[in-house]
């Protein structure tokens, strides 16, 4: 047969087209100027490939190919010398990437006419903030050089490491009694009324990995996120009806997702949360341009909403995989809100409900103390712990200082930011007001987090306890100590934890005042099919944590294990491998980010 070699056809270039989250397509040809040969499609390729000899060759991939479609890889000149390969990451196959708004606006073209439209499909709309440009996506691509072609097992092995990369994970267990991330507890099914509400937090975990799949919520743009609201009339989600389609964090699914994986350990959990992370960090987020540092209220476009805020960008929805990970890209979309209060400059989130005369100042920036202070305290908190930013400490500890100074607290609803000296003005007599959506988008989390800290600022938790108590309170309670009943309160079930955090019995005396068990049932389910609030019941939601390790001197907080290799000064070695574990101190500023003594986590 050698001396009939030539006769034999070489393949000389090869095109894998991934159009959807359904079907690839395969082609190959021995030369420009000749057809195309299908081979056999097949649903979803696994993003890897190879190209060499028998002295070896280089394999090369894209994480999560099929998720990400319309994706590519081209392979040419392989018959000669010199082959080359591309991997797109959107394929020319497919029509051009359009990032234009869906719908005219329909003549909205005054806020009165935007809150109609509000009214009926839930989308905020406001001509030319449905705009893409600086929105970004990650991707992460593999190179592994071989010394030989490899057998087909090792080269499967690889394309499914490529997909699900090794990670090292402490225990829940032990990232419990490290005491990070504030307060939660691990799985327990000790009694009927626990055991429920673990079986239905693992319901909902399972109802959205299935919907992903059966929904096909995958795509360049897509995947990562879920969606907002279930259409029972077409027996869909609502993805083409406004503020109903995307979620793009409303209500905060990403703690949800992180907080489980805290508490379970378990990987199909991390994978769902890390997906998300990387979507709703890179994707929601504007990254450059007017509105960079803010995120966009949920739409049936990621950027589609006119509502861009400080409450989506959230640097407490990343924190998580940072500080599991030490993800580079991660860490940059921390670095990018080192300055959040800033953002307050660019645009008045309540520009359009507004009865009274503001425009932003710098010397008088309105903030409110629910989801937009939470918010700025995640990304102080977290820049203090990275950098030790003595900028970001005193920020934090100050405004923390101020709501504790105002007469009601966090229920006061907004406060002025004076953004030179980061301040809130405790001289103005604000109203009591209130948000419903105040403690949805991470408030509770933070606020459990930095009084578990124990950073001894005077007020602070005596007001956040008073939030929990009288946000549920009767009405009568709520007029005597603030002089008027409460309005706009819902969203019930979510506020129920704030409850049962102030009822747990160590904070019960703290909070005073008025007995948490007399709080009535509000709304929801009727009164005779909700269980009582049990000192036993509330304490699974908020038990006691030990005294935390104070601040160090520099500002650097001994919170979460830093898994990065560190030269004198604190920087990074560079090619040091970010997720080798930690097994020693490190010099300059940079300071082991540990509890209880400063031990890293072990791993296994």
């Known amino acids: ?141 593999t190179l592994t050089a071989y ?20 990670l090292l994970a402490a225990s829940p267990e032990r990232i419990l009694r490290a005491g990070v991330f504030g307060d939660w507890s691990l799985p327990d099914r000790s009694n009927a009324a626990r055991a429920e509400i673990e079986q239905r937090l693992d319901l909902l975990f399972e109802h959205y990995a299935r919907e992903r799949e059966q929904r096909r919520w995958y795509g360049f743009w897509d ?31 990403d703690l949800w997702l992180w907080y489980q994986y805290l508490r379970t350990g378990r990987a199909d959990v991390f994978r769902f949360a890390e997906s998300m992370t990387r979507h709703t960090g890179e994707v929601d987020v504007y990254h450059l341009g007017r509105w960079k540092g803010l995120g966009t209220r949920h739409n049936v476009q990621h950027w589609g ?33 080192a300055a959040p209060e800033e953002t307050f400059v660019a645009i008045d989130p309540l520009r359009k409900v507004r009865d009274d005369v503001y425009t932003p100042d710098p010397s008088a920036l309105s903030v409110g103390l629910g989801a937009d202070w939470g918010a700025l305290a995640a990304a102080w908190l977290t820049r203090w712990e990275r950098h030790g930013d003595e900028r970001a400490r005193d920020r934090l500890l ?7 100074a105002l007469p009601h607290g966090f229920l006061h609803g907004q406060a002025m930011l004076d953004l030179a000296t980061g301040r809130f003005d405790t001289s103005r007599q604000a109203p009591v007001t209130l948000s419903h959506l105040s403690a949805v988008f991470g408030l509770p989390e933070m606020c459990a987090e930095l009084i578990a800290l124990d950073l001894g600022v005077p007020g602070f ?28 309160v819902s969203l019930v079930q979510a506020h129920s934890r704030l409850t049962a955090y102030a009822a747990a019995p160590h904070r019960r005396r703290r909070a005073g005042r008025v007995g948490l068990a007399q709080v009535p049932p509000r709304r929801g389910r009727p009164a005779q099919h909700q269980r009582p609030a049990t000192p036993g019941r509330l304490e699974r939601h ?54 209880g003594g400063g031990v890293p986590l072990p791993v296994h």
């Open 1 to 141: 047969m050698a001396d009939r070699l030539h006769l034999i056809p070489a393949w000389n270039d090869y095109t894998l087209d991934q159009s959807s989250a359904d079907g690839f397509t395969l082609r190959k040809r021995t030369a420009p100027g000749h057809a195309w040969v299908t081979i056999p499609s097949g649903t979803r390729a696994q993003g890897y490939g190879y190209v060499g000899g028998v002295s070896g060759g280089l394999g090369f991939g894209l994480r999560d190919f099929w998720r990400l479609h319309p994706t590519r890889i081209d392979v040419r000149d392989a018959a000669t010398e010199l082959a080359t390969a591309t991997v797109w990451l959107w394929s020319p196959s497919a029509p051009p990437m359009d990032l234009r708004f869906y719908h005219d606006g329909m003549g909205q073209d005054t806020f009165a006419e935007q809150l109609e439209g509000l009214e009926i499909t839930y989308e905020d709309y406001e001509p030319g903030f449905g705009d893409a440009r600086g929105v970004a996506r990650t991707h992460e691509l």
């Open 147 to 166: 010394e030989a072609t490899p057998r087909a097992e090792e080269l499967a092995e690889h394309a499914t490491a490529l997909n699900s990369p090794g």
């Open 223 to 253: 995947y990562g996120d879920v969606m907002h609201t279930y259409d029972a009339d077409r027996h869909t989600w609502r993805y083409d009806v406004g503020g109903y389609a995307w979620d793009n964090s409303e209500l905060s699914p």
């Open 305 to 337: 909403c006119s509502c861009k805020q400080l409450r989506i960008s959230n640097a407490a929805y990343r924190r998580f995989y940072f500080y599991l990970t030490a993800d580079e890209r991660t860490g940059d979309l921390l670095d990018e809100l």
């Open 398 to 404: 100050g405004t923390m200082a101020d709501i504790g």
């Open 461 to 488: 938790e005596r007001a956040w306890l008073d939030y929990c108590r009288l946000y549920l309170a009767p009405a009568d309670v709520q007029e005597a100590e603030l002089g008027q009943a409460l309005s706009g």
């Open 542 to 595: 908020a038990r006691r944590r030990p005294r935390r390790a104070r601040p160090r001197a520099g500002g650097a907080l001994r919170l979460h294990q830093r898994r990065r290799a560190v030269r004198p000064g604190g920087h990074p070695e560079p090619g040091a491998d970010r997720r080798a574990p930690v097994t020693g101190g490190s010099t300059g500023p940079a300071r082991p980010l540990c509890r």
